[in-house]
């Protein structure tokens, strides 16, 4: 029963909306009424400028390591793989905005920085030359969803499972992006320090 009520910790942390929180605290309202409306640090940037984002994303980073080294110390590195699982899943579906979250990156890349700094380095270096030279956020994510789980089973197969999964989660809340990205209809960063 203490794994069932470990995974229902990580979910718990993955749910709590940063991009939300934090913004309303910094005066810019409600980031769902702004913008995209979602709660990630992309979105955050749009009415807060690199700075703000630049926050958010390590407030999401921080809620999915903490999921991740909560499992590992109480069982393993592959439990604590799945925590991560459930932490990202707590980010797209928090039960405190009635399902309605952000999209997993940020918390995929805490995830990652938790089991393995250099995972985290090679698909932030990758995030940022694709993101950079294509001007898509979106790219440089889905690019990070096809290497991730390769270097997770580079560790072993329990970790490239959970991130696998991670993965496919965040493509499926991506869906919307990809389709812009097939019809060139997705719109590009605004790199803003603030705003």
Not at 85 to 103: D, I, N, Q, Y
Not at 143 to 154: D, E, I, N, S, Y
């Amino acid at each position: 029963m203490l794994w069932i009520f470990i995974v229902l910790v990580a979910y718990m942390l993955g749910s709590v909306p940063m991009g939300l929180i934090f913004t309303k605290f910094m005066g810019r309202g409600d980031l769902r009424q702004v913008g995209s409306g979602n709660i990630g640090a992309t979105n955050v940037m749009r009415v807060g400028g690199l700075r703000m984002a630049g926050v958010v994303w390590i407030l999401d980073m921080v809620k999915a390591m903490l999921a991740v080294w909560i499992g590992w110390m109480v069982f393993d590195i592959e439990f604590g793989a799945w925590c991560g699982f459930f932490a990202v899943l707590g980010h797209c579906f928090p039960v405190w905005l009635r399902f309605h979250g952000g999209k997993g990156v940020s918390s995929l890349f805490g995830v990652l920085l938790a089991l393995n700094p250099i995972m985290f380095i090679v698909c932030g270096i990758e995030w940022l030359i694709v993101a950079l030279s294509s001007g898509k956020s979106s790219a440089g994510a889905l690019v990070v969803f096809c290497v991730a789980p390769v270097l997770g089973f580079v560790m072993n197969t329990g970790v490239g499972c959970a991130i696998l999964a991670i993965s496919i989660l965040s493509v499926i809340r991506h869906r919307e992006n990809i389709l812009r990205l097939v019809r060139g209809q997705e719109s590009s960063i605004q790199w803003k320090w603030k705003k």
